[in-house]
């Protein structure tokens, strides 16, 4: 998938990819959050839309390598990987960095939301393989779901829209350098994440570490650092539905688009079943805590907040998950 580099390079592209990550993601953070107020659009489809989409463009580019190059597991752990790092690390330490403020119609509708799409791609997927019609399958919920929750989010802004409405003629003036913020942000922010990667892989493969481990556990994370960087620039800026409107769009594109994309291009007629027993049931439960964290219980009307403590539960439920997949992957368990 990255051809062999020499290992002084490879620790090179390794900072210089981590250094790069750092400035894109709070140019692209800035430049999104100034679009979303010039627009009147809610910060929350922004966040799904522009940040969750864009930053998982590495996803679909090394999924797709994947399948391409015969790496069924690789392509698709790489994808399922993405989902869990995304929730149980990146929402984990944003959390920890900022309690997020999770408005109600992201925390009841959101996340069963993405619960359902999990079970359903364990559905579609039941028989151990991804064929193109199971693909398309995922593809067309993909085109179905993503406009209907848009459309959903911004009947639910209610007097927050209004409001909004009243400063857009100063906001717009800023437009057009917020849109070049946005894709010189999200360019750099891709393509250091690919060097990054790149240099991780073959440092890992110079150390002796399985083509399989790679994929599960570097490439998944590595691809996932958009989606980090992004998240931690949002909520140091306190933009709390671009954090959370990061992770379940990424999530999104990752469970259906980027896995039916690839399967598109490659069918997988075998993959791991741990696929089935593991990641994606994994997947599902970190959904369903993103509505038990998020929920306001005393007033579900009202926005909850996601504190320091479940920040803690998702943290340690990846480091549990991360050392089942360590003693099973490499059959010792």
Partial sequence: MYSDIPLWLSIVMIIGGLVALAWSSGVFVDGAAQVAKALGISPFVVGMVVIGFGTSAPELCVSALSGLSG?????LGNAYGSCIFNVAVILGVSAFICPLVAR?????????GLVAISLFSMFVLRDGRCTRLDAGILLAAFALLLPLYCWF??????????????????DKKGLPLAVVKVLVGLAVLVGSSHILV???????KTLGVSDLMIGLTIVAVGTSLPELASAIASARRGEHEFVLGNIIGSNLFNTLAVVGLACVISPVDEFSPYVLRRDLPLNALLSLSILVFGLNFRSPRDPGRIRRREAAVWLLVFVGYTVLMFLQETGRL
Wanted: aromatic share 2%; charged share 15%.
């Fill in 198 to 204: 790149w240099g991780s892989v073959d440092l890992a």
């Fill in 71 to 75: 790496h069924a597991n690789l392509s």
């Fill in 153 to 170: 989010d911004q009947r639910t802004k209610g007097a927050a829209a209004d409001s909004a409405t009243s400063s857009l003629g100063a």
């Fill in 104 to 112: 109600p119609s992201t925390t009841l509708v959101a996340g069963p």
